[in-house]
């Protein structure tokens, strides 16, 4: 399913609810299969340096095609990813918080936050990832409220 602004927004919506729940302020990306950013949100009190991490979490987990979590390990000293976070003039993110968005094993984009902990980001993501695999492909067309996709 394609990721219009609508479901863009949707998916932050969802997103900021949870960061709320969790008592957070977070940056949070949304990117199309491409890594180009679609939408973008700084909760109140986020940090600066998480608006570049955000973005970059999303990114790498479109062009890995990875949850971004999923580099911590291979990338430690000795592990078979040493060094990946230094490609791509540093876009690369190892930290847990960048998921790809899919559906049919297609990567149709991504998502990243920043301003936790990596296990707290995930948390974050996830709830926009879940919303996500629920939307509908007759949705794409026009999103609304996501209180109807609960």
Do not use: C
């Not at 919303?131 to 609304?144: C, S, T």
């Amino acid at each position: 399913m394609r990721i219009t602004l609508e479901v863009a927004k949707a998916l932050l919506e969802a997103a900021e609810k949870k960061a709320r729940e969790l008592g957070l302020a977070e940056d949070i990306a949304i990117v199309d299969e491409g890594g180009n950013l679609i939408a973008f949100h700084r909760m109140d009190h986020a940090r600066l340096a998480g608006i570049d991490i955000a973005q970059n979490k999303a990114w790498t987990s479109v062009a890995l095609k990875m949850p971004t979590a999923n580099l911590a390990q291979a990338a430690q000293p000795g592990g078979p990813s040493y060094g990946i976070n230094t490609t791509n003039q540093g876009r690369i993110v190892i930290l847990g918080g960048g998921i790809p968005l899919m559906k049919d094993g297609m990567v149709y984009g991504g998502i990243g936050a920043s301003g936790a902990t990596s296990a707290q980001d995930i948390e974050v993501v996830n709830a926009a990832v879940q919303l996500y695999e629920r939307m509908h492909p007759a949705m794409n067309a026009r999103i609304g409220s996501i209180s109807s996709y609960r």
